[in-house]
């Protein structure tokens, strides 16, 4: 028997205040000033560099000020045709994730150039996110290429180890608690594969600490580590 | 300094504030002696107009009551508060109990007939203070209902969640209602009430379990409005008559959103007398399993609502209570729900009404239990296999 929680919801994670800037100093500035020159920017890093996190973040904070903005997972959203991009180009903000994902893909290189034309017309800020840099990523459409290559790049590196943990710490802090130190060495020690799936895992500990109404300690990261993973539990 | 008070005029607040005030030894042992450590665990006598006043804090608490006495050359000290709370509360009710400064300030005399206590007494000036900023919102809300909203939900608080926002009681407070939540993600405590509360915008003070606790005790059903001060993260307020003060910092935090939690709809309801449940809940609480406290609940039209439980020796049980089942669709399949006996028993607790209604959809829904009269909600998320 396990006990159900209440779907009280979370406050959001990917947040400006979440994101440890160490090691990729700058692109706080860089979004800042964005809007200004009316511009674009290409981000560009490995798995765990931050990507989704600055393009959620930047949403959060534009409907916060009550700006539009839309963020767009085009790897998910790559089965749903280039249609799924209509009506965009009334946001003030544009934020493509994995832009990668639907390059040389039929229809879809048509529509994201014209969805940057409009943009720029509109005066929006365009913002999009891949693993190369936008010289590095094959295009089709020379059009679209010449208008990739002309966004502001910016490389965002994975964080090292005492950074993650800062990340981690923030994140449990956004949520409504402190992490112990000692419990994100073991999260640490005993998850290899980068931030992603740490902050799954801590998700993870966020809910069976609900459910359980326990405290997320060492000993509860081990009992949570050992039980296979179980499906989030909703109302 | 000397003055006298009768016992009982004493030994009711002295409860209150002795609660207030820290126990010593729950304070680090490190720093145990020093006059700031004696000086949390003191009382504050203060002399004020008509007499006197004692004041309790623990740093993020504050609680004073004004004592009526007639006295002379009254001046601040402090006296040990769960040692006068223990000596005063075994004179005999009528006593009257006098209070005397020796003359360097050094000990206060403690007497009553034969009985004779020189209690050390640490500088006035050690005692903490909670510095609050300027007045930001001031509301008034009827004590009676503030006392009705707290007591409606505080069971529901979070206990030790390191969600420090979850360990105290949300008042969401409109222009025109004020509603108390309280929640540990298992279960949920909603209480709303009409009122005028002279606030434009909305304000979600969250006030901590422990400032909750006090206030249920010293709020009474008086029908008089209490203005509540909100500031930053401090809240005051004054009991009227001049009889207690109190202030409290809050909770730091965002409450999560309660209002998407609040089922609006539930297929099956249920009415119970909630005396009778209540008794069979209890009684059925030794064949519950002795981690989970599951129970199964299970709705059947024209049948009695069943109890049922089993614990990990394998003794069972089966309660029955009556019941009146509504339903909005024409069907009549039977709903299961497990959920914690003790949750149900503390939401009957909390209605005060003479019958409770349960409203279910199905085994994996929250179950809704609602006074037969009365708005408060309580809801109750239940256990899966």
């Known amino acids: 028997m396990s006990q159900l929680i209440l779907p009280l919801g979370s406050n959001p994670r990917h947040t400006f205040a979440n994101f440890c800037t160490d090691g990729n100093e700058g692109i706080l500035d860089a979004l800042e000033s964005l809007p200004r020159q009316g511009g674009s920017l290409w981000l560009h890093g490995p798995q765990d560099s931050g990507k989704t996190h600055l393009l959620q973040a930047v949403c959060h904070q534009a409907k916060a000020r009550e700006v539009s903005a839309a963020y767009l997972p085009l790897k998910q959203m790559r089965e749903l045709g280039p249609e799924a991009l209509d009506g965009l180009e009334q946001c003030l903000w544009i934020c493509?994730?994995?832009?990668?994902?639907?390059?040389?893909?039929?229809?879809?290189?048509?529509r994201l150039f014209g969805l940057i034309n409009q943009a720029m017309d509109h005066g929006a800020s365009l913002l999009m996110a891949a693993r190369q840099p936008a010289e590095s990523v094959s295009v089709a459409l020379p059009d679209l290429r010449s208008r990739l290559r002309g966004a502001v790049s910016f490389p965002l590196h994975p964080l090292d180890d005492e950074r993650q943990s800062e990340a981690l710490r923030r994140r449990a802090h956004s949520q409504g608690y402190d992490l112990p130190e000692d419990a994100v060495r073991y999260m640490q020690r005993h998850v290899v594969r980068g931030l992603g799936q740490l902050c799954q895992l801590l998700d993870q500990?966020?809910?069976?600490?609900?459910?359980?109404?326990?405290?997320?300690?060492?000993?509860?990261?081990r009992e949570v580590l050992a039980q296979p993973p179980t499906s989030e539990s909703r109302l | 300094m000397k003055f006298t008070i009768e016992q009982q005029a004493l030994v009711d607040p002295l409860r209150k504030l002795a609660s207030t005030a820290p126990d010593v030894a729950s304070l680090n042992a490190s720093v145990s002696g020093t006059d700031a450590v004696n000086a949390v665990a003191s009382i504050l006598i203060e002399p004020e107009k008509g007499g006197v006043r004692f004041t309790a804090t623990d740093n993020t608490l504050r609680l004073a009551f004004h004592i009526p006495v007639e006295g002379e050359d009254?001046?601040?000290c402090t006296v040990p508060a769960s040692t006068l709370l223990h000596i005063c509360s075994r004179f005999s009710a009528g006593a009257e109990i006098c209070f005397e400064l020796e003359g360097d300030g050094k000990a206060m005399n403690v007497s009553h007939g034969r009985s004779r206590y020189k209690l050390v007494v640490v500088d006035a000036n050690e005692f903490p203070g909670i510095t609050s900023q300027d007045d930001e919102y001031e509301l008034s809300l009827p004590e009676n209902v503030l006392r009705s909203l707290l007591s409606s939900v505080r069971y529901a608080m979070a206990q030790n969640d390191m969600r420090y926002y979850l360990l105290g009681v949300l008042l969401d407070v409109g222009p025109d209602s004020v509603t108390a939540v309280a929640t540990d993600g298992h279960r949920m405590a909603v209480a709303e009430h009409a009122v005028q509360t002279g606030v434009n915008e909305s304000v979600q003070p969250i006030i901590p379990s422990k400032g909750v606790e006090e206030l249920t005790k010293i709020l009474t059903d008086q029908e008089q409005d209490l203005v509540l001060h909100l500031a930053g993260n401090h809240l005051r307020l004054e009991l009227s008559g001049d009889r207690c003060a109190f202030h409290t910092m809050l909770v730091d935090g965002k409450y999560p959103d309660y209002r998407t939690v609040v089922p609006t709809e539930r297929k099956l309801r249920a009415e119970v007398s909630r005396e009778a449940l209540i008794k069979a809940a209890e009684r059925i609480i030794p064949v519950t399993d002795e981690l989970t406290q599951a129970v199964i609940l299970t709705f059947k039209d024209g049948e009695n609502l069943e109890i049922g439980a089993r614990n990990n020796k394998g003794d069972t049980g089966e309660e029955q209570v009556e019941m009146k089942i509504n339903r909005d669709d024409g069907a009549e399949e039977e709903v299961k729900i497990s959920i914690n006996i003790k949750y149900l028993i503390d939401s009957l607790q909390a209605l005060g009404c003479p019958d409770a209604v349960l409203a279910v959809n199905d085994g994996s829904k929250s179950m809704l239990i609602t006074p037969s009269e009365g708005s408060s909600k309580h809801i109750i998320m239940p256990m899966k296999a």
């Open chain 2, 74 to 76: 009254l001046k601040p």
């Open chain 1, 205 to 221: 500990l966020e809910q069976a600490s609900l459910s359980q109404q326990r405290r997320i300690t060492v000993p509860f990261v």
């Open chain 1, 96 to 110: 493509l994730d994995d832009v990668d994902a639907v390059l040389e893909q039929g229809d879809w290189e048509q």
